[in-house]
């Protein structure tokens, strides 16, 4: 019975990278969270444990670190595209390259009004991300969101929906509408060879987005909801090819007061945990470039 | 060998309540964690598993949330008083209640410069809580916050201290400093009874005394920015008499970057998640009450 | 500029299904994960929010459970197979199914040297898997385990590595090796067709392969030692045609005790959070079916 | 006004200890998370960041990994009274100190019917706990465990409790009843003082005795479960005075399958998360000692 070894990948994950920039007396900080992993010529190492190709995991967390320095960090697409073609440009063997980041997000405090200068507080714990592929000389970025917790106390409706003989659910004219939003969107391969992505811009606009056809379409559906946020940001971006979306239905009940002699006009829920509904999906710009390998090794939502 | 029962209590923890006022078309939404405990004459139950004087958790999680219909939920502390003093008013046998709320923050969704009006966001893992306390006529409000992350970037030294055989920590005159602030403080007595508390106006400035003094205090050790955070709240707020901090000293450990001949001048760290420093302490008005039973169940800090 | 609706499903995720089997006074129980996702035609619903076509996520979470009442749950990867062919054949729409159950693993608990009726305690928190995919009439399963966590304290090396500028491991012939295995393996489809299949029997004896392979592996790498995993599982079961490993190195830092003046062979460690390394690949058999869509919105390992 | 410093304390928290005894081909491991904590004469630091009396938390980590390379960690209650007894007998100005383990359990991994000499897996998420305290020359020893996670398919009644007008849950006689252990218990001071007591086998008899206790009761309430467990840790073990038990009510709700046509004897449930019962309560020995400050800053149950 003959054997093989099939696609596989290694590296560092999760460096809690923190950084200063103190230029003045106002000092700036990012907060990344940045996962490497490397792919290329590896049989050896798994079938017979000779490492001669491998480049250590603790060299690649070194390198994370040490390029915050050489560099500014930058948006954290730049910073993963120099760690990515880093990897796959010094080391024959390697090639291949995935670059994970997640940025968490901090505010100044303020005193007296005043932002302080070297003084945050953390924001939300929505975080900004990106992967970012580089194989050989091609690279692919896949920027998005996750955990991004959003609420509408009305606006969202859900019925005319298929029945059968497990159907108990009511049909509500009128709803709580709340999720997690995760997003991750696909940029062109030309905006991207044309390095004319301004990162933060898009990052920005994409976001808000999200949140404006979130808070402003009048929901029928979850799937619906999912359906706009993706088109919004497509037709904001030009750069973006494609949306995915995972979006948790964080279903609220409104409680059954009845037994209390109350009414409950949804006033009054129960959040619940578990289970969660669970909608996911992909919005397309037509004519989108082949997607490559800029979703692989992803969740595919 | 003869056993008895100790000190017990008994409840719901961690209803998850989310209200939605719809007064005209802009809605207001809370989210909040209420846990309840109540106390009394409940040996039978132990001892026999006899259980008429067990008002039964289902019933207490009733009640939050019939409550929070019957009449507007108001201040957490407010919330909490009602619901105590419900419990030990309408059951005999039940002398003493203990309500916990953690309040989730959210903030209205931006839409074209606009706050939505039904449309909302998670704002930072930072909880507003309360703990009151209530034992027959008695009550007590010990209120407070968690999980807000701060982070100072300098302005914080650590260096002559005591050392041993086991020392081998560098002093240092700059170093990042952040922590995830615990705070509970105490109401006086007499400030409760007559009530003449704000509450959102007492917690709103004791917050921000809170960050203020974590900003501002050039900070030889955590210890010091612990007395100093917990002095402002003192001095702010005359209705406060004791403050009780729990500061985890989040490490951030500038990276040996000397191998690839780079300084790190405090710029490239690496955030360590444990071990971590704990640092825990009161703070106390000179003549404050005594506490009675307003920290009875609580962590000490 | 158009839009068009890719890749998309939904479902109702994590159902915590407990059952008892409470023929005679010996109890028997199963506690489960359960998560269901369809896919079909289901552009209406996104695009127009008209969901004729949609069968709700509760109707789902109902069908999990009367399902578990109607017949024995039997092994999980015959109730996911269950679930998922009748939704695929109880629906025109809807094509395909997705069905996710994670089984949590419990254990008697002894009173006197004798397994108890009917009063259990919760084992580790490692779970067996399975991941059934339904398309018309086509089936694949994806089983395995997760969250099992094992530790070498010797027979592990780790040296001859690629360096470069940015390398300082040092190298090692002596070091612990941990890790949390995640894995998951692919049964043939002619296996699968021809129900011949003893699922508890491949599971139990595929992890034991995996066990023993970790244990007797003498490791110059965790690539190797994921290698010798992977072929032990093919080695031993004939129906299985590939493996896919995800472990993270949970890295062991033995600790510097020279300040100390104490030597530290490898006797006592500080374990590591983050970063730590992951080490991830796929093992196959020669002339392996192809995948089809047995790993379609999994994540790859 | 007048401001003082009240109670206070700080440490390490949470280091993870991990040892490997190495004498034969035979390991053996240990995995604990290590947290002390000092208390003493520390207003200095407080107030003006006079750090001279202040004993490094980094130093008190080195210490933690020192002692045990120096001498075998033996049973955590012993290691617990090393380190604390060594900070507040090394340093005049800490006058107390607080040690809390939590020991993680593993297992061999069978190999063909043999326990493996070096190889490892993680047993249950159980952990066997301490909070040992020092003061001065007196000390205190509270051991137990947590995350015990057992469960009852039958054997549980609830019924005969108090109503009112916000009770609607129905009574039971057959219910499941699950709950995730949290039990501390004291020693007399007798038996710490003259050091007579084979602390593994006290921690093996005390935990079977618990969950005997759980298994053999006939529940009317959780309450009583508690009680029974208690006083049976307390008639096992002569030398503990005082047992404190923390038991959330993991309900267990029976799925209504009525709609579905199906009765639903008990077999089918929804494990909910959220809110959850809390049962909490001490079991006493007549004439136990004085706590002291066994119980200070953990939490009360």
Redesign the interface.
Known sequence: ??????????????????????QGSV?H?R?LTV?T?LRGD?TD???????????????Q???V??F???EQVGQIEQFALRLGRHFVG??E?ITGARVLIDEHA?QR????GTP?D?????????KRTTAVTVEGDRVWVVSGLRD????????SE????????????PEVTDR?LATAVRARWRFSDRAVAEQEIDWAESFATARQAL??A???TH??????T??AM??AV??TRPEIV?V?LSL??KH?VA?D?S??D?????????????????????????GADDPGLAW??????
């Open positions: 019975m003959a054997i093989t070894l099939g696609a596989n990948q290694y590296g560092k994950a999760e460096n809690r990278l923190v950084t200063v920039s103190r000092h900080i907060d996962s992993a590896l190492t798994h079938l017979t444990g000779d490492n001669s190709k491998v480049v250590p995991t603790d060299t967390k070194n390198t670190y040490a915050a320095k050489q010094s080391f063997q901090w405090i303020d005193v007296d302080h070297h003084s945050f507080a953390r924001s939300s714990e929505e991004l917790v959003v609420l509408k106390s009305t606006g859900f019925h005319g929906y298929s029945k059968d003989r497990y159907t108990t659910l709580v949140l404006a979130f808070a402003t929901s029928l559906s979850l799937q619906q999912l359906y993706g088109t497509l037709r494609e995915r948790p239905n609220h409680v007061l037994p209390f109350l009414a409950n006009d949804n006033e009054v829920f129960h959040a619940a945990d578990r289970p969660y509904g669970l909608i996911e999906g992909a919005v397309l710009r037509d692989h090794t992803l969740s595919m939502f």
